[in-house]
């Protein structure tokens, strides 16, 4: 016998098992562990305690890559609405954008909140800017200009407000930015650059707040994106009788309250009223409904005795099925109809949630040990359709008997009863079903409509939830940047294909256009296959990657080396010819190979590179080395690498460095083929190649191409003078921008007409070899190459540190004006200050001063100072603008914060207003 359900309007279903698929990927490994999650209409994405994150597609739930990272233990990701950027923060209060191209691309780090713990992240509407908060109160965004190339032109971390407690939510709508901290709530205004706080009344917990709106946000999303690319200043407070208060919106906004309560504030931040939730929790909870699963007899306990009223702390509020507010506590999950102010239902299955995403009305749960679950917010009738339509006839008739008693209230008719009366169920369970599934097709008010095509759908399945848009974090479906264009459009029409078809389709005029969507659908369940198939032989290379462990003998490896080889080219042998899906299975066979290198290099010896015997291992290293490293370089057509713009060290340093002692002596071709793959391993084999006092006739032009300083003052003080004349020559190719290679010329678009920095080369040996060698490379420089321009400062930082020499203190001084310490510490001089300071040094000194260097010393009318940031708070201008400095200079505050001293006048402050 099927137990009974209480009389229940809407229930929650798990409808299938995505946990099992989500660990595929690390289940043959102990050390990686997930340690969050986000999900959009498309994407599922895990950060990993390895600093990793894994992708999957959402419906229908696949692995498709790991992005492998290496800024630390992952704690917070979030997919940007357009789903094309990846945000994650980690443990140690870095914040990373990723690119989701063909290939994923790091393209942004921010330390603003380095070293504190990161407590959210949010994206806003158009993908445009990324909010952080942490456990101190700190606000700050990272702005993702539409110019941003590789990580070039990146518009500077802005910190925004410093609140008085923990950031424990953050909501984005429509311009404005809600905040929700351990004491308070505020709204801010992103255009005006203000905000004020909601209601009086402080409080202490975490508690949660969102928007809630039924309305199209085009124009206010148009509102917000005039103002994306400007630079982002502090936010001021402003007071509830501000007349220029957040502009006009008619969302509205709830805000938790301790003791089950939920303030409704309108969008300027006025408490409309306060709804109490406590008797209305009064109510047994509901039972998740699982596939062939019934009532348990402790649920249907709780179900037959009273409730008492609950005092339950909202700790996150986000908006379900574009209808509802959802939460989650410690006790469970609570769904709250804010219309009738009501409370929908609530489930006590779950009681360690650590955190949850919402996309349409299906809620992701990730629980304190690391289990996923997907559950379904639904009517009764759009489960058993749903399950109906997907011929699941056993879970659709065990449904049926779980919620009797509803379905008798409801329906009732004398077909259902019998239904109830039938005692053999292991009969024909479709027709059993047939009578009440059309009834609810029948109940469900779908008239015949007419689609653009000319098909006539009749009596369609219940999609009253199904909408492709993320509720509460107002995010869009766009198309998937891993899947190519062509796949994108496949699988949207496919989904509209089968959404058609699982309702009944009858017309005798349009039989042929049926035929025709029939067609169209098998060829995409062809191609749907395959994607099946290679998920699953892909499988079998990240069990063989997984199965990599320390102190494994070399037969071992080496067995597993040629296994995984074998079975990768019969898998992209197999799927060559696949039409339409080549870029799909490009990138799901790149990232298997990719995470087979990582798990290569993490579980292998790199004694093995000096000692083993097998020359297949040793060249399989230089292989994961080349492949993991390589894709971070631009190349030329020829094949060589661009300049490198910007110099980071590569994955397993250490295993590159062992390479070159084992093939330094034997092999260099093997050698120079690892720095043209990955120019930063110039630095460390060109001092090799030196020692060995090895011609380097073949290694100029690859040296100067990289336009790195390191390896150039390893590189040029050695050279002969007929080597300086082959350097001469290069020079005229570098000023014209063109590759020393092939003579093409670099790309415009970007940043690659890179010259070369003799100030920073000469830096680079002092700092190295001391002021003789820096000073005899100066000499023999201008022998060679008359006419160079160097930086005054490099004959400064000479003759400072040749004093230090001479004292014994072996310390290389930098005076240049980029140098940690004089970024560090500025100089803030009001004119008349200024002018007064320039006779005195001109009096002392018996020579003329210029002004100039008062702006970028690192003294403050002589006292050293360290302020937070170069702009006034309060008109948001540099602090060094000289009409603001006057006579009264510029006041800095115990925190760090400095304001124009006329500003405050102006505005009445006696106290800095960025911590009230």
């Not at 409080?203 to 917000?224: M, P, S």
Request: net charge neutral.
């Amino acid at each position: 016998m099927y137990p009974i359900a209480p009389d229940v309007s809407y229930v929650l279903s798990e409808r299938e098992d995505i946990n099992s698929i989500l660990y595929k990927p690390i289940n043959s490994t102990q050390r990686i562990k997930y340690t969050c999650f986000n999900v959009s209409p498309s994407y599922i994405i895990l950060g990993s305690s390895s600093g990793s994150v894994y992708l999957f597609s959402r419906e229908p739930c696949l692995f498709l890559q790991i992005i492998p990272l290496s800024e630390g233990v992952v704690s917070r990701v979030a997919i940007s609405p357009d789903e094309k950027t990846v945000a994650l923060a980690t443990t140690r209060g870095t914040v990373c954008l990723v690119s989701l191209k063909s290939t994923p691309q790091l393209i942004s780090v921010s330390t603003e909140h380095i070293y504190k713990q990161i407590t959210c992240i949010c994206w806003n509407n158009n993908s445009t800017e990324l909010y952080v908060g942490d456990a101190i109160g700190k606000i700050s965004v990272m702005m993702l200009s539409i110019f941003t190339v590789n990580g070039m032109f990146q518009t500077p971390v802005c910190t925004l407000m410093s609140l008085d407690s923990s950031i424990v939510q953050l909501n984005f709508h429509s311009s404005l930015l809600l905040v929700s901290t351990l004491a308070r709530s505020y709204i801010c205004d992103t255009v005006q650059e203000q905000y004020k706080q909601i209601g009086n009344k402080p409080r202490n917990g975490e508690f949660g707040a969102c928007f809630y709106t039924h309305e199209n946000n085009t124009l206010k999303a148009q509102r917000e994106e005039r103002n994306t690319n400007n630079m982002r200043g502090t936010f001021n407070l402003i007071s509830d009788n501000d007349i220029n208060i957040l502009g006009e919106n008619q969302s509205k906004i709830f805000c938790a309250r301790p003791g089950s309560r939920l303030w409704e504030v309108s969008a300027d931040g006025i408490v409309v009223k306060t709804h109490q939730f406590k008797e209305a929790l009064a109510i047994p909870p509901t039972a998740i409904f699982r596939s062939n699963s019934t009532l348990e007899s402790s649920q249907k306990k709780e179900t037959e005795c009273e409730w008492p009223p609950q005092s339950v702390n909202f700790s996150h509020l986000f908006v379900l099925a574009r209808k509802y507010l959802i939460s989650y506590t410690t006790s469970g999950l609570y769904v709250i109809d804010p219309t009738n102010a009501s409370m929908l239902l609530w489930s006590n299955e779950y009681t360690n949630i650590s955190m949850t995403a919402i996309v349409d009305n299906q809620i992701y749960l990730m629980t304190c040990d690391s289990k996923f679950h997907c559950i379904a917010l639904s009517s009764l009738d759009s489960l058993i359709l749903w399950l109906y339509c997907r011929e699941q006839y056993s879970e659709c008739l065990n449904a049926c008997f779980v919620y009797k008693s509803q379905l008798l209230k409801t329906i009732g008719t004398k077909e259902i009863v019998e239904l109830f009366k039938v005692e053999n169920l292991r009969q024909d369970e479709k027709e059993l079903l047939r009578p009440l599934i059309t009834l609810l097709q029948a109940s469900d008010n779908n008239r015949p409509a007419k689609l653009n095509s000319g098909i006539v759908v009749v009596h369609s399945e219940n999609n009253r939830f199904v909408n492709k848009k993320t509720y509460g974090c107002e995010m869009t479906q766009s198309q998937s940047p891993e899947i190519s264009s062509d796949d994108s459009k496949s699988h949207s029409r496919k989904k509209n294909i089968l959404e058609t078809i699982s309702g009944n389709i009858f017309d005798s005029d349009y039989n042929g256009e049926i035929l025709d969507i029939k067609e169209a659908g098998q060829k995409l369940d062809f191609q749907e296959n395959v994607t099946h198939r290679i998920q699953s032989d892909l499988h079998t290379i990240y069990e063989l990657a997984n199965s990599f462990r320390p102190n494994m003998l070399e037969e071992e490896i080496e067995e597993i080396i040629l296994e995984t080889d074998k079975k990768m080219r019969i898998i992209k042998d197999s799927y060559r010819d696949s039409p339409g899906l080549q870029s799909f299975i490009y990138e799901v066979t790149r990232a298997a190979e990719l995470h087979y290198y990582n798990m290569f290099l993490e579980n292998t010896s790199m004694q093995l590179i000096n000692s083993s015997n097998s020359n297949y291992i040793v060249r399989h290293f230089v292989r994961a080395f080349i492949e993991i490293n390589a894709p971070a370089y631009f190349r030329c057509n020829c094949g060589y690498p661009y300049p490198m713009d910007k110099t980071v060290e590569p994955k397993f340093l250490a295993v590159g460095e062992s390479l070159f002692k084992r093939y330094a002596n034997d092999l260099p071709k093997e050698c120079n083929n690892i720095c043209d793959k990955v120019p930063y391993m110039w630095r460390v084999y060109l001092p090799i190649r030196i020692e060995q006092r090895s011609a380097l006739d073949d290694l100029l032009r690859q040296c100067l191409q990289t336009r790195d300083n390191v390896v150039l003052s390893f590189l040029l003080p050695a050279l002969n003078e007929q080597q300086w004349n082959c350097v001469g020559t290069c020079l005229s190719e570098i000023e014209d921008s063109t590759c020393l290679f092939c003579a093409t010329p670099l790309a415009k678009k970007s940043n690659y007409d890179i010259l070369i920095n003799w100030s920073g080369i000469v830096k680079e040996i002092m700092k190295r070899e001391g002021p003789d060698k820096a000073t005899a490379f100066l000499i023999k420089l201008e022998d060679m190459i008359p006419d160079i321009d160097l930086d005054k400062s490099i004959f400064q930082s000479i003759v400072f540190t040749k004093m230090l020499h001479r004292r014994g203190l072996k310390k290389s001084i930098d005076f240049s004006e980029t140098n940690q310490l004089s970024s560090k510490f500025g100089t803030i001089c009001s004119p008349q200050i200024r002018d007064q300071l320039t006779k005195v040094l001109e009096k002392d000194l018996r020579r003329s001063i210029d002004k100039n260097v008062f702006g970028t010393g690192a003294y403050h009318w002589g006292m050293r100072h360290q302020i937070k940031s170069l702009t006034c708070p309060c008109c948001t201008l540099s602090l060094q603008t000289p009409i603001l400095l006057g006579t009264n200079g510029v006041a800095i505050f115990r925190c760090g914060h400095a304001y124009h001293v006329n500003c405050m006048i102006e505005r009445k402050l006696t106290r800095c207003n960025l911590h009230q």
